[in-house]
């Protein structure tokens, strides 16, 4: 507290004689107002400079990069203002105009930054930052085959997270809920893994969305300002991000694309784990996880047996097969 009212002195000392020296009065006395005023209202205002403070200094570098930028910017025009201003003979106007053209410089330029990147591109931003940006969902980080997928090298550029996802992704991995802090705690493996990842590029994005409650309403309106696309395994997301324009990178849909393709007439050899939903059949998958149904396979439960496929059903769950056994083929 004491070393935040010297400070408030000193400036109000130093504010005091140049008034004192304007209007002619002694420059002591002015001085010495001067101190008191700036003393108390400092310790006036203490906790409300310690929060400002605060506040400045836990913001990440970029953003204090933009609006220093913003605040010389403003600065540069209120010196090619000042002639007009050191006309109306007060000193304090031509300050006063200098705050508020740094203000306003500042506020205006932090606002407007995704747009400068957009039209100057590598004048402003690091080319790899501006290159195939994704905004990540968290039902796609707790998946966690995004890690995989980036170590394949398929995926480059900019993988946005925003804080929104971080937090609920903490939120998760704090639940008394075993199976949820499971998956909670393998979505923050993951982002370690991605982080590490030389072929993408991870970026937190720390800035909230104020005009939004919900996270996936959150999504949507930064992809909107980024000119982003969306990464997630949420089929009513995906759907949503649909009607507002926004592309979507769907995980599960290139999972199905990449399955090996099976024709009607093709022999698998599989086995068969259990029974099905109907009567007499049997249920088998390949190795990606593909479901087969066997007719009539409840008689070989539990065998390796050698099939033909009859019939391919691609559906929004996934790809489904169905398939007869080659004995049951020989006896008709």
């Not at 080319?127 to 990540?136: A, K, N, T």
């Not at 890690?147 to 997270?161: D, P």
């Amino acid at each position: 507290m004491a070393v935040w009212a010297m400070i408030g002195a000193c400036v109000g000392a130093w504010g005091g004689r140049e008034g004192a020296m304007a209007i002619g009065q002694p420059i002591a006395l002015g001085m010495a107002v001067g101190a008191c005023i700036g003393g108390i209202a400092v310790v006036a205002c203490h906790r409300h400079c310690v929060r400002f403070v605060l506040r400045w200094a836990g913001q990440s570098v970029d953003h204090l990069a933009w609006k220093l930028t913003g605040c010389v910017l403003g600065l540069v025009f209120a010196v090619l203002w000042y002639p007009v201003t050191d006309g109306f003979g007060a000193p304090w106007i031509g300050a006063l105009g200098s705050l508020v053209c740094a203000v306003v410089g500042m506020r205006t330029v932090y606002s407007k930054r995704h747009e400068i990147v957009r039209i100057w591109g590598n004048r402003f931003a690091d080319e790899r930052i501006l290159r195939g940006r994704i905004v990540l969902d968290t039902s796609v980080i707790i998946d966690g085959r995004i890690a995989e997928l980036c170590k394949t090298g398929f995926i480059e550029g900019t993988l946005v997270v925003p804080v929104c996802v971080l937090e609920e992704l903490q939120h998760i991995a704090d639940s008394a809920d075993v199976l949820k802090r499971n998956r909670g705690r393998r979505g923050l493996d993951a982002l370690h893994v991605i982080q590490k990842d030389a072929n993408v590029t991870v970026h937190i994005h720390e800035e909230h969305i104020r005009d939004a409650v919900e996270v996936d309403r959150k999504l949507i309106r930064l992809a909107q300002q980024l000119d982003a696309k969306v990464m997630t395994n949420d089929f009513n997301l995906n759907k949503v991000c649909a009607l507002h324009g926004v592309r979507v990178l769907n995980i599960n849909d290139l999972a199905n694309a990449i399955k090996p393709v099976v024709l009607p007439g093709e022999p698998l050899a599989i086995h068969v784990i259990k029974e099905g939903k109907e009567h007499g059949q049997g249920i088998a998958y390949l190795d990606d996880g593909t479901m087969i149904v066997v007719e009539n396979g409840k008689e070989c439960l539990g065998a390796r047996i050698d099939v033909t496929v009859t019939s391919v059903l691609q559906t929004s769950a996934g790809r489904m097969i169905f398939a007869r056994p080659k004995t049951l083929e020989k006896a008709q």
